[in-house]
Nanobody, 123 residues
């Protein structure tokens, strides 16, 4: 049974940092591209950052370039998203997903999704 579980969300002031983690089990993590997506109320789900199975290729949405860093530890079956200089517009539910394109597009290419972790940035 595949399980994808996110953690690390929370409430932070603008300018602060958070580190999201995602652990996956029941699949061969090291063989899969992984990604972070987010969805704010009333908005579509968008790809934030994705990474290839070996970690050599990464994608970042323009809105997070220079502030967020995606990484993975295949030995621990864990994906990370370091988020710095957070802004109120980063407020959203953040989802981890496995098995799609390292370009994050299309989201439907990802086979497995977590339940999400809420990130709230106060101004």
């Amino acid at each position: 049974q595949v399980q994808v579980v996110e953690s690390g969300g929370g409430l932070v002031q603008a300018g602060g940092s958070l580190r999201l983690s995602c652990t996956a089990s029941g699949l061969i993590f090291a063989n899969l591209n992984m990604g972070w997506f987010r969805q704010a109320p009333g908005k579509e789900r968008e790809g934030v950052s994705c990474i290839s199975w070996r970690g050599g290729d990464t994608y970042y949405a323009n809105s997070v370039k220079g502030r967020f860093t995606i990484s993975r530890d295949n030995a621990k079956n864990t994906l990370y998203l370091q988020m710095n200089s957070l802004k109120p517009e980063d407020t959203a539910m953040y989802y981890c997903a496995a098995g799609g394109s390292w370009s994050c597009s299309p989201p439907a290419s990802f086979n497995y999704w977590g339940q999400g972790t809420q990130v709230t940035v106060s101004s």
